[in-house]
């Protein structure tokens, strides 16, 4: 009888550190980084720090200065990439707040020296660096020599063909 309520026991304690070493190692897993994050769904946010960390890696790798985050340039970021998730259009000037320099004097962005990228279709940070990295045009902005301020955003739209909309604008002052 003992021999058969040990049996039983060991069995027990076998499944419950079965199960922990389970849950422990579902633990353990690597975490991807916010770079390779899709951010193709409603509850996908852009990690702002890991774009601004990969495009000053960039900058930095040209003996650029690094871009600081911008309350203004961030939300203007965030309406013109809403603008375009909302239309399903991408550009500059599909924002019914107006072209790029409307957007920004209304915003009260008063900057020198401005650029912006936009884009649609890339579901991650990585992919939008790599295709503006790969464009020259896009590349000026990635790099604008005199640059110290950015705002980026991405917006998501379920029924469009790009699924996420992009916005980065550079500023120098």
Not at 16 to 28: F, N
Not at 95 to 103: A, I, L, N
Not at 123 to 132: D, E, M, N, P, V
Request: glycine share 8%; charged share 20%; aromatic share 6%.
């Amino acid at each position: 009888m003992a021999e058969k309520r040990n049996i039983r026991l060991n069995r027990v304690v076998g499944t419950v550190l079965v199960a922990l070493t389970l849950a422990l190692g579902a633990c353990s897993q690597p975490v991807e980084p916010g770079i390779y994050a899709s951010l193709a769904s409603n509850a996908a946010q852009l990690d702002a720090d890991e774009a601004r960390g990969i495009i000053n890696d960039y900058r930095q790798s040209r003996g650029l200065a690094p871009l600081a985050l911008d309350p203004l340039l961030m939300t203007e970021a965030n309406s013109h990439s809403r603008d375009m998730a909302f239309q399903d259009k991408v550009g500059q000037d599909v924002s019914t707040r107006g072209d790029f320099d409307e957007r920004l004097e209304n915003a009260g962005i008063q900057r020198n020296n401005t650029a912006e990228n936009v884009g649609a279709g890339y579901h991650t940070i990585a992919q939008a660096f790599s295709g503006w990295r790969g464009s020259p045009n896009h590349d000026k902005t990635l790099l604008l020599e005199d640059g110290r301020f950015m705002g980026i955003a991405a917006s998501y739209n379920a029924l469009s063909k790009y699924k996420v909309f992009w916005t980065l604008i550079v500023t120098s002052d």
